[in-house]
């Protein structure tokens, strides 16, 4: 949000320079990230004087060129080369001299230099009238009144130019009473008046209307709820046109462009005083009746952007006598009933309307404005009436407006202020030092904060209405450090912690033993958003009032966020991808779903390129690696099975105890085009809840290493297609044999020199007796007892 600092102290008056200002509202809590200079002609004409044409010849060396002497100052004369077709002997004009820098439209300059045109020398420029920001005409230089303009004045001395600085403040959503000037002006004060600092600030209050007649517009709020208190009034014989300069430089200063006076004056209250207003055409009304609360769902609406929109039916809508709708309210006008050139006589609205209904229509449609991000954040209810005198004041003044008739309101229940209990020992409590009771009651008088009552540990305030995001204890104590200062608390000498160690049974623990392996083996971490937009709502989790339509679902997997985020890398010419993500999916079953997981997602090379190993593109078998390596620290027994998954064009399921735990396979063609990735991925999904159960079954113990050497043995299978090494690895898991510990598929063939349908598996089983060197005969024994089992499950032939 920007504040002009000229705009401030309209409400504020203080001596404290700009950037003073800046650091007393970061402290609290209006954080200034930044000050901006504004002028309202770039430059602001330094280094442009007024001069005279004394003469003016044809150049020697160009056709479209003359040569022309100029006075300038004090009888010095300057030669300046100029292409203008209109400059000519006599002509007092404005001259840039050396070293004046103009600036365009972009804020980009040049700088005047002495310099040769065609061979004559030129020591400066007489300018037309765009090349100053003075207006678009650039079809000759600027010819000035000779009896009005003085040769050898400054050319700025004619004009009453504004300069400003300006305000960037990061603004927290809660922070609805500072956005505007004069909330910003009255939080400062409140930390001025309060810290020694010389301030003063005078309360803005409703202005004392004159009027004229009587009119015949009547108003009716359908719903008190949704719209607790409205304005209105009706000025005639209006004269739409431009703003005069002051108005215009305020609101060009924060970065608004002046429309016209109407306009200008409803933009100027509602960044002055926070209140949006809304002007309607009072002709286009139709019955002269003005009538607030919803249409029917369906209803066709043409809002001042060109756009036709269909309404949803819970919107607050601003209708006509005949319920046609004119606007919706705290949202966006309407086209058919909104203020233009031709526009005579008004109807101006100020209003509250409920924050909630604001907020469930602008971000139904789609629609962010200055006026919807107040009312949805809650405006204030007392100030509607100030606003909206300010404003007809303004347009009496400015557009010679008449008000016609007394203003129309409807405000049936008074927004209550917020009554709270504050204790002294709960302050003490929780800002850990203590401040003086005359000085907190200090504090809350500087913000507006009513003492109802003493009583014995503390006060029974009043909080005003416009501070919507103070309604707890909690949050008055807040505003109490806010204005006495973060900066006054001292920070404890010593800190006291214990640490907890985590357990087994801790899920945290095995996120945290994951996140470093996977980051060892080089993976990176993200994050992403949980609300997303699905092309399948199937079984989808959709928000009642989601902020965007592209925000509307909560996500079902956590392959598309990574997919996301592996185009915006490969866009970037980063395409070697490593990603993994810890986070929850979203379903709506028989009842709502949640569920954590771990995602990961791999794709382009392998191993970065370098001098020793040649280019490899990572693939399914390199990320089942990565799977095997993590659940190797769960020490569970699984099953691979193959899966079925549109997600994928490849996959398998681990599977412990009937029950999916990991998901992995090539993420689907269809998947990538919709993404534009346009090389292999390749996805895998583990289910933490159910990884953590089965991790705190089999506690994992420690052993000495082995005296005795591992004895290896392998077996060449002559197997039936069919038979997958899945099969083999369970049946050969399954031998009585304590010696077995560790089984491996090295080799697998398939073609010439086998019978048909028959492939070849080559296994390694390695054995230890940890006690004593195993046995010839007991080694025979265990592998003769593998082999009659392959033969018996799967008809297995020795091969060699």
Same mark, same amino acid.
Not at 373 to 399: C, M, S
Not at 599 to 611: H, Y
Not at 614 to 621: C, E, L
């Given at each position: ?101 103009? #600036?365009? =439209? @972009? ?55 504004? @300069? ?89 200063? +924060? ?10 004056? @409803? ?5 002055? #005083? ?24 369906? @209803? ?28 919706? %309210? ?32 602008? =971000? ?139 357990? %087994? ?62 185009? &915006? ?51 399914? &078998? ?15 027994? #699984? ?43 390749? &996805? ?16 994992? $113990?420690?052993?000495?290493?082995? $005296?005795?050497?591992? +004895? ?28 077995? $510990? ?59």
């Amino acid at each position: 949000m920007k504040i002009s600092n000229n705009w401030l102290k309209d409400y504020i008056r203080t001596e404290l320079k700009t950037e003073r200002i800046g650091e007393f509202l970061t402290d609290i809590g209006l954080e200034v990230e930044g000050i901006e200079k504004f002028e309202s002609i770039k430059g602001s004409l330094q280094g442009i004087v007024v001069g005279k044409v004394l003469t003016c010849e044809k150049h020697p060396n160009a056709d479209k060129l003359k040569k022309t002497t100029v006075e300038v100052a004090n009888g010095k004369v300057l030669h300046i080369v100029c292409g203008a077709p209109n400059v000519e002997a006599g002509q007092t004009v404005p001259v840039a001299v050396v070293g004046t820098k103009i #600036y365009d =439209k @972009t804020g980009n300059f040049f700088e005047i230099k002495e310099a040769k045109i065609r061979g004559e020398v030129s020591q400066g420029m007489i300018c037309a009238e765009n090349e100053l920001g003075l207006g678009d005409d650039h079809g000759g230089i600027m010819v000035l009144d000779e009896e009005k303009y003085e040769v050898g004045k400054n050319f700025a001395d004619y004009f009453e130019l504004t @300069t400003d600085e300006v305000l960037e403040i990061g603004l927290t959503p809660n922070r609805t009473d500072a956005m505007s000037h004069y909330g910003v002006a009255r939080d400062l004060h409140a930390y001025l008046s309060t810290n020694k600092q010389n301030s003063e600030f005078e309360k803005v209050s409703s202005l004392v209307l004159n009027n004229e007649g009587s009119h015949e517009f009547t108003l009716e709020v359908e719903d008190a709820q949704l719209c607790p208190r409205y304005i209105g009034a009706v000025i005639e014989n209006v004269k739409v046109t431009d703003s005069p300069s002051w108005l215009k430089d305020r609101l060009k200063a +924060i970065g608004l462009s002046p429309i016209n006076n109407v306009v200008d004056i @409803t933009n100027y209250i509602l960044h002055g #005083y926070g209140q949006p207003l809304h002007a309607f055409d009072a002709d286009k009304i139709a019955g002269k009746k003005v009538k607030v609360g919803t249409v029917q769902e369906g @209803t066709k609406f043409r809002t001042l952007d060109g756009v036709e929109r269909t309404l949803n039916g819970s919107e607050i809508i601003i209708k006509d006598g005949n319920d046609q709708p004119m606007c919706i %309210a705290g949202v966006f006008g309407g086209a058919d009933s909104g203020v233009s050139a031709e526009t005579e006589n008004i109807f101006l609205e100020s209003a509250y309307f409920n924050p909630v209904a604001v907020r469930k229509g602008a =971000k139904f449609h789609g629609l962010n404005t200055d006026a919807s991000f107040r009312f949805e954040r809650g405006v204030d209810p007392n100030i509607t009436r100030t606003a909206i005198t300010h404003a007809v004041k303004l347009i009496q003044e400015l557009a010679e407006g008449k008000l016609v008739g007394e203003l129309l309101e409807e405000y049936p229940k008074k927004i209550e202020d917020q009554y709270v209990i504050i204790r002294f020992s709960r302050i003490e409590q929780i800002l850990g030092t203590k401040i003086h009771r005359e000085k907190v009651k200090e504090i809350l008088k500087a913000l507006e904060i009513q003492v109802l009552n003493e009583i014995q540990n503390g006060y029974e305030i009043s909080v005003p209405a416009y501070r919507a995001d103070v309604t707890r204890e909690i949050d008055v104590i807040e505003e109490i450090l806010r204005i006495y200062g973060y900066n006054k608390i001292d920070a404890p000498q010593k800190i006291s912690f214990t640490p907890v160690k985590l357990s %087994a049974q801790d899920q945290d623990e095995l996120e945290n033993n994951w996140a470093r392996t996977l980051q060892s083996l080089g993976f990176n971490e993200v994050m992403n958003n949980s609300l997303t937009s699905v092309k399948d709502e199937t079984d989808a989790v959709k928000l009642l009032n989601p902020l965007s339509n592209d925000l509307a679902f909560m996500r079902k997997s956590l392959m598309e966020g990574l997919l996301q985020n592996a185009i &915006y890398n490969i866009n970037r010419k980063n395409q070697d991808i490593k990603f993994f993500e810890f986070g929850k999916i979203y379903h709506k079953r028989e009842k709502y779903e949640e569920r954590k997981q771990l995602a990961i997602l791999v794709s382009g090379r392998e191993v970065s390129e370098n001098w020793l190993q040649p280019k490899s593109a990572t693939s399914f &078998y390199n990320l089942k690696a990565y799977v095997k390596v993590l659940l190797e620290k769960l020490a569970v027994d #699984y099953n691979e099975v193959a899966l079925s998954d549109e997600r994928f064009s490849d996959a398998l399921a681990y599977e412990a105890d009937g029950k999916a735990l990991v998901r992995i396979g090539k993420v689907a063609p269809q998947m990538l085009k919709d993404f534009d990735i346009d090389q292999e991925c390749f &996805y895998a999904e583990i289910e933490l809840e159910f990884a953590q159960e089965l991790r705190s079954k089999n506690e994992l $113990k420690f052993s000495d290493i082995p $005296k005795f050497n591992k +004895i290896r043995r392998d077996l060449a299978l002559l197997l039936d297609k069919s038979v997958n090494y899945q099969d083999l690895y369970q049946t050969a898991k399954k031998n009585k044999s304590p010696y077995i $510990k560790n089984i491996n598929l090295f080799d697998v063939y398939e073609g010439k020199n086998l019978p048909e349908g028959k492939k070849s598996y080559a296994m390694s089983f390695e054995l230890l007796n940890e006690e004593k060197t195993l046995e010839e005969k007991e080694i025979a024994a265990v592998m003769d007892s593998l082999v009659k089992s392959f033969q018996k499950e799967f008809n297995a032939e020795l091969r060699g």
